[in-house]
């Protein structure tokens, strides 16, 4: 990620362990695009587990470069919401 906001100069440089919360946004993107297709895979197509779950994988190696930034914007933006100052 780039130091700062190359718009309006928001530092995104913060203390340590301040993106821990994205932590959990990043786990819960993840868990709410995985989770449905290996679902449907498995429950209603009754594909075999394990070509389920190297699916699932697959997408989860995709997916999590994908969320990293987003997830900690996301963060951001909450903590901006919450605290403005």
């Given amino acids: 990620m780039t130091d700062a906001c190359p718009v309006c100069g928001l530092s995104f440089l913060r203390e340590a362990g301040y993106?821990?919360?994205a932590m959990y946004i990043s786990y819960t993107l993840?868990?709410?695009t995985?989770?449905?297709v290996a679902v449907v895979l498995?429950?209603?197509l009754e594909?075999?587990?394990a070509i389920v779950l190297m699916i699932a994988l697959v997408q989860t190696l995709v997916s999590v470069p994908?969320?990293?930034r987003y997830s900690r914007?996301?963060?951001l933006h909450a903590d901006h919401l919450f605290d403005p100052s």
């Fill in 47 to 49: 594909w075999h587990l």
């Fill in 30 to 32: 993840g868990v709410a």
């Fill in 34 to 36: 995985v989770l449905p």
């Fill in 42 to 44: 498995a429950v209603v």
């Fill in 73 to 75: 914007v996301i963060w």
């Fill in 66 to 68: 994908l969320f990293f």
């Fill in 19 to 21: 993106f821990l919360g």
